[in-house]
């Protein structure tokens, strides 16, 4: 099974309009408390500074602060989120506030990347998601299509990017919402 598979491409000269993928079955997982920080610091991660901020790390992955004390760890395609997965496996409850949230059951991921990604999310979301608002690096905790979502503008060198989490029992049901605005911008299906 493909972990990463396009849904639908748009392509408009060389980069495309709006690619929607789901990573619902890389790794992620959440840390909380007080020790939350100096734990994942420990284990090499660079921390964002402030909540909804987030940093990509040099393999790759994502560590979204979502609030003084919870991180989000989002695994890389380039190992299949190998190091999460193993932060997650690593984790042992000791004395230390550091708990383990585990997100691979209760969290779908979708990737929505392109030049148009902010004009699609209009279509979903109330919140300001243009790179002027939203700029790299931005978290939103907010709603979309009518259910609680965690967008993380992860940017990119070359193609804009948003990472987007949400209830897993709602996969379905989000992709569908996503693709549908999508359909605007559906000038050459590939």
């Not at 897993?168 to 050459?188: N, T």
Request: with cysteine; net charge negative; glycine share 6%.
């Amino acid at each position: 099974m493909t972990r990463l598979s396009a849904e639908r491409s748009v392509g408009f000269d060389s980069m495309p309009l709006c690619t929607l993928e789901d990573l619902t079955d890389l790794p992620r997982v959440g840390f909380r408390g007080t020790d939350s920080a100096a734990y994942l610091t420990a284990r090499g991660f660079d921390l964002p500074d402030a909540p909804n901020r987030a940093m990509t790390q040099a393999d790759g992955s994502h560590v979204a602060r979502l609030s003084q004390t919870e991180y989000l760890l989002l695994g890389s395609a380039q190992d299949q989120g190998q190091r999460i997965a193993d932060e997650e496996v690593r984790w042992e409850l000791d004395h230390i506030a550091n708990y383990l949230l585990p997100r691979q059951d209760s969290h779908a991921w979708l990737q929505l990347s392109g030049v148009c990604i902010s004009e699609v999310m209009a279509k979903l979301c109330g919140v300001d998601l243009r790179v002027h608002a939203f700029p790299p690096g931005a978290v939103a905790q907010t709603s979309a299509a009518r259910i609680n979502v965690i967008v993380v503008n992860v940017g990119a060198q070359s193609v804009p990017c948003f990472q987007i989490l949400f209830d897993r029992a709602s996969l379905a049901y989000f992709k569908d919402a996503v693709l549908d605005a999508m359909a605007e911008f559906d000038r050459a299906s590939v």
